[in-house]
């Protein structure tokens, strides 16, 4: 696991456009996986402004979203859907056609969810996939409890998340929606690459359990310590409980240490 904690937001998003950039130029047909929420959104606009400069093309790209609300009206602004479209297609090459997301419009959502999971099995699966992370744990829309094996499915959500996601809805918690559709933990470690982009102290606990443990589905980010390569960015405030190494990088950059006993392939000093 690679931990890269840097003052600037910038330099956090431009470190990301980098790592997905690489993918691209390694296999121009690199099936990514989008997260919505405000971790990403400067890396988004990052990829955007290279494709308009003309040093970056995701035309060959195919993508899938990690979760979707259930119970929004047609055509809803968040709908994670129409969030993708605004925050992310509109400012790259990528083929709307190509985007793909949980299919929240079927009579029966346990065959929809088996289909959706057959489609990223279909594209070969995720080569690297963005994430953020909830204040309790939470990855895509697996809230604590969830099993590390948990596929595509649907879910209530938690009291604390809908608070949490009151903001994109005018503040009003009544608003968002109780039920979603989400890629399953399985789902998720299934992926090639996994980039994780986490800023603010009130990301900190949940950054310090993915980084020290213990493993719990209590806390589902911690699954991301089972996983080979692991990706994580951060601002200052979000790694504040950690403990840094002895000296700074050149750039504003530090690296971590993990804390806690790991499996060979993923001990030692983070590269």
């Given amino acids: 696991m690679e931990i890269t904690v840097s003052r600037d937001p910038e330099q956090i998003a431009a470190r990301g456009a980098d790592i997905i950039a690489q993918h691209v130029a390694d296999k121009p047909a690199t099936v990514l ?89 279909a594209r070969g699966g995720v080569d690297v996939q963005l994430l953020g992370v909830g204040g309790n744990g939470h990855i895509a829309f697996n809230e604590p409890g969830s099993p590390f094996a948990s596929r595509t499915r649907e879910m209530m959500l938690t009291e604390q998340t809908r608070l949490d996601n009151a903001r994109f809805f005018g503040d009003d918690v009544d608003a968002v929606p109780q039920r979603c559709l989400t890629q399953g933990v399985g789902t998720i470690l299934e992926a090639r690459h996994l980039l994780l982009i986490a800023t603010g102290e009130h990301k900190a606990q949940a950054v310090r359990a993915l980084v020290e443990g213990p493993v719990s589905d209590a806390c589902p980010v911690t699954a991301l310590q089972q996983h080979p390569h692991v990706t994580v960015l951060l601002d200052d405030a979000a790694a504040s409980l950690l403990q840094p190494q002895e000296h700074d990088l050149p750039g504003d950059l530090r690296r971590y240490h993990r804390h806690r006993a790991c499996p060979p392939a993923q001990s030692g000093v983070l590269r």
């Avoid at 996986?33 to 995701?58: H, N, Q």
């Avoid at 990528?94 to 999971?117: L, Q, R, W």
């Fill in 33 to 121: 996986g989008l997260a919505t929420g405000s971790s990403p959104l400067r890396i988004y606009r990052e990829l955007g402004e290279r494709v308009a400069a003309g040093r970056l093309s995701l035309r060959e790209c195919h993508a899938f979203l990690l979760d979707e609300y259930l119970d929004l009206p047609s055509g809803h602004p968040e709908a994670y859907r129409a969030v993708i479209e605004r925050d992310f297609v509109r400012l790259v090459d990528i083929d709307p056609a190509h985007v793909h997301g949980p299919d929240c419009t079927t009579a029966d959502p346990v065959a929809g969810c088996a289909a959706y999971e057959e489609l990223i099995a």
